[in-house]
């Protein structure tokens, strides 16, 4: 007599996406940026998930203080998927304020 084919159970269907960086010409809104009073670092907060990355440079631009308008600006980290931070020419008033965008060059 034949052994019975062990029932296996079907695999999990995982979908996987992967992280893809804004291509040129994306842009989105910035809804706050803030910075500590001793700290060249500042935080931008999105009014969605931006996909930006770490490493890759952005324009950030309609910030009333000018230290805050930068081109080709280096991210150096993503705290979470609306927030990213970067570093100001200077010590700028916090929070900005202004109708800022980041733009993907």
Same mark, same amino acid.
């Given at each position: 007599?034949? !052994?019975? !084919?062990?029932?296996?159970?079907?695999?999990?269907?995982?979908?996987?996406?992967?992280?893809?960086?804004?291509?040129?010409?994306?842009?989105?809104?910035?809804?706050?940026?803030?910075?500590?009073?001793?700290?060249?670092?500042?935080?931008?907060?999105?009014?969605?998930?931006?996909?930006?990355?770490?490493?890759?440079?952005?324009?950030?631009?309609?910030?009333?203080?000018?230290?805050?308008?930068?081109?080709?600006?280096?991210?150096?980290?993503?705290?979470?998927?609306?927030?990213?931070?970067?570093?100001?020419?200077?010590?700028?008033?916090?929070?900005?304020?202004?109708?800022?965008?980041?733009?993907?060059?």
């Amino acid at each position: 007599m034949a !052994k019975p !084919k062990a029932k296996h159970a079907e695999p999990e269907k995982v979908e996987v996406v992967k992280d893809v960086a804004p291509s040129p010409g994306a842009h989105g809104k910035i809804v706050r940026i803030t910075r500590p009073a001793d700290s060249f670092l500042a935080t931008a907060e999105t009014d969605g998930p931006h996909g930006l990355q770490v490493h890759q440079r952005v324009h950030i631009r309609g910030a009333d203080q000018a230290p805050y308008n930068l081109e080709s600006t280096e991210i150096t980290s993503i705290p979470t998927p609306e927030t990213f931070t970067f570093e100001t020419s200077g010590y700028p008033a916090s929070p900005a304020t202004g109708d800022i965008t980041v733009w993907v060059p």
